[in-house]
T-cell receptor, first 116, second 113 residues
């Protein structure tokens, strides 16, 4: 079946440009997460949505990062005025349930952002 | 949050069993033990999870120590496709937390043909 889809797969941006990364979760999944993964590191939590509500944005590194999920399905992660330290793979994940302790999280293959 | 400790890397030969250890000495009674793996250029993939009893599924087995301070992910016959970074993660079922995953460095598994 269809998994979590992310686009674009690769994005190159010049420093100072704005970028928008899209995530299509599995249909019907309530929970949606964004993670950032630097080269050679484990993924780090950015933000969490339950349907259209953004319940946790404690991991967003600065106010240049903004995420939305207006209709409770597709989500967009926007980064304004990109900087070189924003270069990373951005992963989106979704789950059918609101609690993860007893259910799996399904990840997309990520968007690799390179800021030059 | 309770932390996990894993070896940085392990090696195995194809078609041999692999035992990937994880220490979680500060685990609480409501922490579930989850394993994810990440193949090169892909997002993490759920492998298995458990609370107290050993668990088996089509991908792997999870052996949990009686005191729950450690666990072992067992791949019964490693294939080249099992080469990945393996993450051991604790998720708390208590309280009101939705249980976000906190990834550590994981174990890099190399499988030799």
């Amino acid at each position: 079946g269809a998994g979590v889809s992310q686009s674009p797969r690769y994005k190159v941006a010049k420093r100072g440009q704005d970028v928008a990364l899209r995530c299509d979760p599995i249909s019907g999944h309530v929970s949606l997460f964004w993670y950032q993964q630097a080269l050679g590191q484990g993924p780090e939590f950015l933000t969490y949505f339950q349907n259209e509500a953004q319940l946790d944005k404690s991991g967003l590194p600065s106010d240049r990062f903004f995420a939305e999920r207006p209709e409770g399905s597709v989500s967009t992660l926007k980064i304004q005025r990109t900087q070189q330290e924003d270069s990373a793979v951005y992963l989106c994940a979704s789950s059918r349930f609101t609690s993860l302790y007893n259910s799996p999280l399904h990840f997309g293959n990520g968007t690799r952002l390179t800021v030059t | 949050d309770a932390k996990t400790t894993q070896p940085n890397s392990m090696e195995s030969n194809e078609e041999e069993p692999v035992h990937l250890p994880c220490n979680h000495s500060t685990i609480s009674g409501t922490d579930y033990i989850h394993w994810y793996r990440q193949l090169p250029s892909q997002g993490p993939e759920y492998v298995i999870h458990g609370l107290t009893s050993n668990v088996n599924n089509r991908m792997a087995s999870l052996a949990i120590a009686e005191d729950r301070k450690s666990s072992t992910l067992i791949l019964h016959r490693a294939t080249l496709r099992d080469a990945a970074v393996y993450y051991c993660i604790l998720i708390d079922a208590g309280g009101t937390s939705y249980g976000k995953l906190t990834f550590g460095q994981g174990t890099i598994l190399t499988v030799h043909p």
